[in-house]
T-cell receptor, first 112, second 111 residues
Framework: GAGVSQSPSNKVTEKGKDVELRCDPISGHTALYWYRQSLGQGLEFLIYFQGNSAPDKSGLPSDRFSAERTGGSVSTLTIQRTQQEDSAVYLC??????????FGPGTRLLVL | SQQGEEDPQALSIQEGENATMNCSYKTSINNLQWYRQNSGRGLVHLILIRSNEREKHSGRLRVTLDTSKKSSSLLITASRAADTASYFCATDAQGAQKLVFGQGTRLTINP
């Protein structure tokens, strides 16, 4: 596709359930980023991939959060045992370099 | 803590007026970028200014950078209703392969 895509666009889950969020970056982009944005707030960096490796996981808020990237392309962000404070918009971005990032439309997660 | 801090947090002006948003940051940078976000969804890259540049233009956008004050401004001239969005500055901390975003300015253009 022409841009970064994310799925699902919206996800409602119950507290304690696991969720998987998917990101399809722009073809050929080696770098991939995950961010979290709470209502009315700025972007909180979660994790960065270069190829399939994650040199920087410093933003993952707890060990309930994990991410992987396969084939240097698709990435999945997994949140285990979701909590209400995990409710946010999860944004994915890709880039050739980290200087200009291209964002997907985000996944809006609501944990009840 | 956030590297970039925008002000004001919210700005409301009449269509046709100019809008100015400011961003301050804390550490040395290689470049600073501005992004726009509509309706809480994906961000769109607007403009990048390098640390050795002082001013840059793109259409109705004008960005300045003052590295001595660790601050940048984004000016949107002749604003339009379609400019209504949140605007974020993002900086790269030298040596870090990631961008750090500020809290954003919510701009409302009134017709």
């Amino acid at each position: 596709g022409a841009g970064v895509s994310q799925s699902p666009s919206n996800k409602v889950t119950e507290k304690g359930k696991d969720v998987e969020l998917r990101c399809d970056p722009i073809s050929g982009h080696t770098a991939l980023y995950w961010y979290r944005q709470s209502l009315g707030q700025g972007l909180e960096f979660l994790i960065y991939f270069q190829g399939n490796s994650a040199p920087d996981k410093s933003g993952l808020p707890s060990d309930r959060f994990s991410a992987e990237r396969t084939g240097g392309s698709v990435s999945t962000l997994t949140i285990q045992r979701t909590q209400q404070e995990d409710s946010a918009v999860y944004l994915c971005a890709s880039s050739l370099t980290f200087m200009t990032q291209y964002f997907g439309p985000g996944t809006r997660l609501l944990v009840l | 803590s956030q590297q970039g801090e925008e002000d004001p947090q919210a700005l409301s002006i009449q269509e046709g007026e100019n809008a100015t948003m400011n961003c301050s940051y804390k550490t040395s940078i290689n470049n600073l970028q501005w992004y726009r976000q509509n309706s809480g969804r994906g961000l769109v890259h607007l403009i990048l200014i390098r640390s050795n540049e002082r001013e840059k233009h793109s259409g109705r956008l004008r960005v300045t950078l003052d590295t001595s004050k660790k601050s940048s401004s984004l000016l949107i001239t002749a604003s339009r209703a379609a400019d209504t969005a949140s605007y974020f500055c993002a900086t790269d901390a030298q040596g870090a392969q990631k961008l750090v975003f500020g809290q954003g300015t919510r701009l409302t253009i009134n017709p």
